[in-house]
């Protein structure tokens, strides 16, 4: 089949909870066709397992085809967790191997951070926080990207939601010993959602989910800060870390107020932590205008592989946030060719 229309492109947004994969057209409005798995990618010694990424990808782009008619698809985003430190096979195995099964002849490998801020705010200077479990700022200047947090629930992610909720089960559990710094309101709360505090332990350290279960109890802190000083302390307190975070990586001197915004599921604990929240970025970013993120890591994805598919991708190439692989053998065009009249 000839496909005479705009250019093809596909998006990928991998994370710990799976993966989702988007299809549309490069012209502006053009509908996304989206579908998703329950299945996060593997890793291992080597890093993601590319091979395990690319039958999902294969499948996925499949099925998305048959549903829109897509022919030849120009460009390819990945967006993954532990792209930067675990994504060499990804780099060494994708170009080609979707080159011959998909006909793509661009490649962007990208942190997800770097997705989420392609999201958020498309391909302008400024800096953007994404904080869920974890919590990482990405900025840029449009040459260079910086980067603050992101170290994972043993060392960094201050602020984010495992914190919170470390946070939060100390707390209880001073209370629980009769030291100082306890709170009753959050020790409730451990007995509700856990049971008897001496079974915690037991219960978390041997699971291989630590930062999601105690990212769990977050909500928990959120709900007591009312009437809870411990819990709207501990609320403060990772309002400061983010707002550190983010005045990190802002870019000086870009010739108007830098944008930042905020995406991700923590956020959606409401006003108990945004409202520390603006009062620490107007304290440390007070040049700085907060906006709503315009899309999440799928937009992304899905908007690098416009730009790269139309050469005007302006964010900055990095080997370990935003690997770009252009062109393909002329095997490869021809193995694609004979993939997709097979």
């Known amino acids: ?78 967006g993954a967790a532990g792209m930067a430190t675990l994504g060499d096979a990804l780099r060494a195995e994708l170009p080609s191997a979707l080159a011959r099964h998909l006909g793509a002849r661009s490649l962007a490998l990208a942190a997800d951070a770097v997705t989420a801020y392609a999201g958020a705010l498309g391909q302008r200077a400024g800096a953007v926080v994404a904080a869920g479990t974890g919590m990482i700022a990405l900025g840029t200047d449009l040459g260079t990207w910086r980067r603050a947090d992101g170290w994972g629930h043993l060392l960094g992610d201050a602020g984010g939601g495992a914190w919170i909720g470390r946070a939060g ?105 945004l409202v520390p929240l603006r009062a620490e970025f107007e304290r440390r970013l007070p040049h700085a205008r907060t906006v709503e993120a315009a899309g999440d890591p799928l937009d992304g994805s899905l908007l690098v592989a416009a730009a790269l598919a139309g050469g005007e991708l302006r964010l900055p190439r990095d080997p370990r946030m935003l690997w770009i692989a252009n062109g393909v053998t002329d095997h490869d065009r021809v193995s694609a060719k004979t993939d997709q009249d097979s």
Request: aromatic residues 4%; glycine residues 14%; contains cysteine.
């Open 169 to 273: 089960l100390d707390a209880a559990l001073r209370e629980h010993d009769g030291r100082p710094g306890g709170s009753p309101a959050l020790l409730a709360r451990l007995k509700a959602v856990f049971g008897a505090p001496g079974e915690l332990p037991g219960l978390l350290y041997p699971r291989d989910d630590r930062p999601a279960v105690l990212a769990s109890f977050a909500p928990e802190v959120a709900g007591c800060a009312a009437a809870d000083p411990v819990a709207a302390g501990i609320l403060g307190d990772a309002a400061r870390h983010i707002a550190e975070s983010a005045a990190a990586v802002c870019p000086p001197g870009i010739g108007e107020p830098p944008q930042v915004a905020l995406t991700g599921g923590l956020f959606k604990l409401g006003e108990p932590l």
């Open 1 to 78: 089949m000839t496909d005479h229309g705009a250019p093809w492109v596909l998006g990928v947004d991998s994370g710990g909870s799976g993966v989702r994969f988007a299809l549309r057209r490069t012209e502006p409005g053009s509908r996304a066709e989206t579908i998703a798995s329950k299945e996060p990618v593997r890793t291992g010694p080597a890093g993601i397992d590319a091979g395990h990424l690319l039958d999902q990808l294969l499948a996925a782009a499949q099925e998305l085809r048959l549903r829109t008619g897509a022919d030849e698809i120009a460009a390819v985003a990945v």
